[in-house]
């Protein structure tokens, strides 16, 4: 059964920052890749990073692309996002995503799996 579980999440204050865990059965992690993708009330799910598990090349969104770094410790079998300087505007429930195929790597609808969500808050 392909389990994610995410971590991490909380409230903090702009310009601070949060790492985001992503722990995953064996079996997910034998996926093509895994990602984060987020949504504030009221929005659509939007892309935020993804790492190719094999090779460890990343892409992420130009709203966090500097302050946000996706990583994986195949040993742990788990996914980062370590996330700087952040802004009011990525407030969001950010969800852990895999996948089996290398199409579609920035939209939802290219991952099959997900996990549950948590709850990132940033305040003034």
């Known amino acids: 059964q392909v389990q994610l579980v995410e971590s991490g999440g909380g409230l903090v204050q702009t310009g601070g920052s949060l790492r985001l865990s992503c722990a995953a059965s064996e079996r997910t992690f034998s996926r093509y890749a895994m990602g984060w993708f987020r949504q504030a009330p009221g929005k659509e799910r939007e892309f935020v990073a993804t790492i190719i598990l094999s090779a460890g090349d990343t892409m992420y969104a130009d709203s966090v692309k500097g302050r946000f770094t996706i990583s994986r410790d195949s040993a742990k079998n788990t996914v980062f996002l370590q996330m700087n300087s952040l802004k009011r505007e990525d407030t969001a429930v950010y969800y852990c995503?895999?996948?089996?195929?290398?199409?579609?790597?920035?939209?939802?609808?290219?991952?099959?799996?997900w996990g549950q969500g948590t709850q990132v808050t940033v305040s003034s």
């Open positions: 995503a895999a996948t089996s195929d290398s199409v579609r790597l920035r939209s939802p609808l290219g991952y099959k799996y």
